[in-house]
Structure formats: C-alpha cells, structure tokens
C-alpha cells in the first residue's frame, strides 16, 4: 500500500482514502473503490483482499475511499464527498502515487455501487468506465420508501434502540456494519431510508429526490458501466439493475448486465465458479475500457 491520505477535511473531521500502488513505474490506470453499507455503515479497509489483489496484478492503482455516513450527513454531502474523491485523484493523484487522470473508474458494491452510479452523473470529465456490484439508480421506489416484507420478519427495531447507535457528530471512519446495524433495520422495517439518509420527505417533497436517482439522469454521455446482481438478491431487488439498463439501452450508453441465477446479496463475497467467472468479467471490461 502506498499509504492513507486525507483527499479531504470538513469541520476539523479528515476523510481518509487508502491507495494501493501496482509495481512498475509511470502512470496508473485508477480503481477508485466505494464500500457499501446503506450510506449507513462501513470503512474503506472493507475491499476484499482478493479483489484488490486482481486489480492490482492487472495494473491498476486501487484507490479506496471512506464518505462520511448517514444519518448524521445527509445525500447531497456523502454525494459532494464521493465527486470531491475523485477530484483529488485527479488533481493530485498524478504527483502522489502515480495516478493516470484521463484513466479512472468507480467501483461500488450494494450503496457503493449506488454512489458509483451517481459519481456517472456528478463527476466531469467523465470516467472511463462504472462497474456497479448489486447497486440501485431509483432510491424512492417502493423497495426503499415503503416497510420491506422481509427486514419485517425480523425483530422489529424500535426507534429508540436506531438513535442509540448513530449520534450527530459526522462519521467517515471505521463504522462498523453491526455497530450501526439496528439503524439501518429500523430504517428497511419502518420505509425510512430515504427520509432519515437523504433528509428529504419523499410524500411530501419527492421532486428533490431527482438529482439522486441515477435512473434519472442517464444521457448518452453517461460512461460505460457494467451491472452485476443476483436475481435473489432480498437487500437490494435485482429489477433495480434492470431498471438500470433499460435507461442506459434508451439512451444509448454501452452497458452490460450480468445476472447471477439464485445469487444473494452480497454474491461476490464467496468462492463460487459464478462469482468468479463474474468477477473475471469485471477485469476484461476494465480492460476494454482503459
């Protein structure tokens, strides 16, 4: 690893990025990689090493960002930290660790798939290439606004046991996934993500909530992206990725889905003949965009 950098600093709070160096001199091609956790919860020492590791070998600088979280920070500034992420790559990454800055791509995995989806919409120049592991462009549809089936055949969280675990200070660092947890059931439980994470009341306000819909925003400038999701997936529903590439079809940006059949949430994290093969297609279309 290269080292950690603050790519930038709000109110006296650092937001961290690691960089992870391929050998061989000159400039690198960058990976410029978004956890997941619901914009909720998670840390960007969350890539897998086995990940990491492949994009490395395949001579890409591998850039992994912290953003500061929800609900203590609303969309449009975890949205602001995501754009300004890739700024500093820009700008700076050519000097500190080699960085190539006509030559980036964002990837993202469950709400980092979905800010990778966004950074499409917000970042010029425009990227070279988005890959989006299980993410979502429609963040008022049904799935979210409305209580999940699903997360509601859990014990339900109540809204005392959410508050307790999130504060109002900003966190942008090592926020772990079950620290934050009950917040983010009582979100799904309740249909409250949208309110509690982008600050706005979709019933009441839902015309705000189009600048953060990816879906929204595709035009035939929008970068090529390729979309991996499993068809079972219960956190993120599959059809967010078709919905996705049924607006990229219309507007004429290349674009690939692959479907992984009976694949969960969360697929790439196990070592099936499927994910792999999935994830080898990542490396090629990374490729063939570079």
Same mark, same amino acid.
């Given at each position: 690893?290269?080292? /950690?950098?603050?790519?930038?600093? $709000?109110?006296?709070?650092?937001?961290?990025?690691?960089?992870?160096?391929?050998?061989?001199?000159?400039?690198?091609?960058?990976?410029?990689?978004? %956890?997941?956790?619901?914009?909720?919860?998670?840390? @960007?020492?969350?890539?897998?090493?086995?990940?990491?590791?492949?994009?490395?070998?395949?001579?890409?600088?591998?850039?992994?960002?912290?953003?500061?979280?929800?609900?203590? /920070?609303?969309?449009?500034?975890?949205?602001?930290?995501?754009?300004?992420?890739?700024?500093?790559?820009?700008?700076?990454?050519?000097?500190?660790?080699?960085?190539?800055?006509?030559?980036?791509?964002? $990837?993202? %995995?469950?709400?980092?798939?979905?800010?990778?989806?966004?950074?499409?919409?917000?970042?010029?120049?425009?990227?070279?290439?988005?890959?989006?592991?299980?993410?979502?462009?429609?963040?008022?549809?049904?799935?979210?606004?409305?209580?999940?089936?699903?997360?509601?055949?859990?014990?339900?969280?109540?809204?005392?046991?959410?508050?307790?675990?999130?504060?109002?200070?900003?966190?942008?660092?090592?926020?772990?996934?079950?620290?934050?947890?009950?917040?983010? &059931?009582?979100?799904? *439980?309740?249909?409250?993500?949208?309110?509690?994470?982008?600050?706005?009341?979709?019933?009441?306000?839902?015309?705000?909530?189009?600048?953060?819909?990816?879906?929204?925003?595709?035009?035939?400038?929008?970068? =090529?992206?390729?979309? &991996?999701?499993?068809? *079972?997936?219960?956190?993120?529903?599959?059809?967010?990725?078709?919905?996705?590439?049924?607006?990229?079809?219309?507007?004429?940006?290349?674009?690939?889905?692959?479907?992984?059949?009976?694949?969960?949430?969360?697929?790439?994290?196990?070592?099936? =003949?499927?994910?792999?093969?999935?994830?080898?297609?990542?490396?090629?279309?990374? @490729?063939?965009?570079?």
């Amino acid at each position: 690893m290269t080292g /950690t950098y603050a790519y930038k600093t $709000v109110d006296g709070h650092e937001v961290l990025a690691d960089v992870h160096r391929p050998q061989g001199d000159g400039l690198h091609p960058v990976v410029l990689w978004i %956890h997941g956790g619901a914009l909720i919860a998670g840390h @960007r020492e969350e890539i897998l090493p086995k990940h990491r590791e492949a994009y490395l070998a395949a001579g890409y600088a591998v850039v992994c960002i912290d953003y500061r979280l929800a609900p203590e /920070t609303k969309l449009p500034q975890i949205v602001e930290d995501v754009r300004d992420a890739f700024a500093w790559v820009r700008e700076q990454g050519p000097r500190l660790f080699g960085a190539d800055p006509d030559r980036i791509a964002a $990837v993202g %995995h469950s709400g980092g798939g979905y800010l990778a989806l966004m950074a499409g919409v917000v970042v010029q120049p425009r990227l070279r290439a988005i890959v989006s592991f299980y993410g979502y462009g429609d963040i008022i549809g049904d799935w979210y606004r409305l209580p999940d089936p699903c997360y509601r055949r859990q014990p339900l969280v109540t809204e005392a046991e959410a508050r307790a675990v999130v504060g109002s200070a900003p966190v942008c660092s090592h926020a772990g996934w079950e620290d934050r947890r009950p917040f983010y &059931l009582y979100c799904r *439980q309740q249909g409250l993500w949208p309110k509690e994470v982008a600050g706005f009341d979709p019933e009441t306000d839902r015309e705000a909530f189009t600048p953060f819909c990816p879906v929204r925003n595709i035009t035939p400038d929008y970068p =090529p992206i390729l979309l &991996l999701h499993g068809d *079972q997936d219960t956190d993120v529903p599959y059809q967010q990725s078709v919905l996705m590439a049924e607006a990229l079809s219309r507007a004429g940006v290349p674009h690939e889905l692959i479907t992984l059949p009976n694949g969960p949430h969360g697929f790439d994290e196990g070592d099936t =003949p499927a994910a792999n093969a999935a994830f080898e297609r990542v490396l090629v279309f990374l @490729r063939e965009c570079f």
